[in-house]
């Protein structure tokens, strides 16, 4: 604790200030093994409860204070022996800087070394990417690709796009390209874009190739489907009153009033169900062709028109 004090005391004198990160830097060299773990700021702390709860006496601390005094003084003396000796701190504290300005030179190049290391590596990963999608694209027809969203423009989607040049600049290089690939790798490098800055939300990824008028026949599927089972319920004379209102709604709905009706409704909705049914089984299954039609239609057009 009287170490403690000490160096504060002394940093307190020769500095006119409460400088705690300098007594600490003394009090570490006075004091190299203890306490490793402390830092300026809990042994700043301490000082201040050493203080604050009297864990030291008066006189002990007058007798710091007089250590303190002396040690400046022999310090001013020593400062005063001449001028040579002033000359030599000179050159130690302007080597020592040299020292300190070589240390931290080193030190920047070596942040540099890894900061350029691992732009490289991000840049082989885009490079990977960007040559994986390429691939892709090769495979798709022109009419088969997937129209791309409008990004907004800002500073991340500029310095993206400046990476993404460098990576079609290198693979430009590295391989022969015609008019075909050059038009795959930019709408890869595209997708690459589209995918990495513009993530689309749940609605829209479960949505986004569906088919509106299917969307409409599957829920009168479902509705019909409901209404069978409904149905089915009518001669069982079950006592649920849930299931009571919902006849009562379908009797309402489809106007029935007697049993022989009802049976006609049922058979009437089950043909529904498996027309509406067929139409979306015979749409998948010649989903395929049409697409090839469309395409062929679409190569005929710009053909003729060029």
Not at 63 to 89: H, Q, Y
Not at 182 to 209: D, F
Not at 228 to 253: C, H, M, P, V, Y
Request: hydrophobic share 30%; aromatic share 6%; glycine share 4%.
């Amino acid at each position: 604790m009287q170490e403690v004090l000490w160096c504060y005391m002394y940093i307190k004198e020769k500095t006119l200030g409460e400088n705690y990160k300098e007594a600490y830097k003394l009090w570490r060299e006075r004091s190299p093994v203890t306490r490793m773990n402390i830092n300026a700021k809990a042994l700043f702390n301490q000082k201040n409860y050493i203080l604050k709860a009297k864990r030291i006496p008066a006189i002990e601390i007058d007798e710091i204070k007089e250590s303190v005094r002396l040690e400046i003084g022999d310090d001013a003396e020593d400062c005063t022996n001449g001028v040579n000796g002033c000359k030599m701190d000179t050159n130690v504290i302007e080597h020592q800087k040299g020292d300190r300005e070589s240390n931290s030179t080193a030190t920047g190049k070596v942040e540099n070394k890894s900061a350029e290391g691992e732009q490289h590596t991000v840049r082989n990963k885009l490079k990977e990417d960007l040559q994986v999608m390429w691939y892709k694209v090769r495979v798709l027809q022109m009419c088969e690709r997937e129209k791309l969203p409008k990004l907004k423009t800002n500073s991340k989607l500029i310095k993206f796009q400046e990476e993404i040049k460098g990576v079609i600049d290198e693979l430009l290089e590295e391989e022969e390209m015609d008019i075909t690939d050059i038009n795959n790798l930019i709408y890869a490098a595209a997708t690459i874009i589209t995918q990495t800055l513009n993530e689309p939300s749940k609605k829209n990824k479960t949505r986004r190739n569906a088919k509106f008028w299917k969307i409409r026949i599957q829920k009168q599927i479902s509705n019909w489907r409901k209404d069978l089972s409904i149905l089915a319920e009518t001669g069982t004379g079950s006592d649920n009153g849930k299931l009571n209102r919902k006849k009562r709604k379908n009797f309402q709905k489809y106007s029935v009033t007697n049993a022989t009706e009802v049976g006609r409704l049922t058979e009437t909705l089950k043909q529904k169900v498996q027309a509406k049914a067929q139409r979306i089984r015979r749409y998948e299954k010649w989903k395929p062709s049409i697409v090839r039609i469309r395409c062929l239609k679409k190569i005929l057009k710009n053909f003729t028109e060029t």
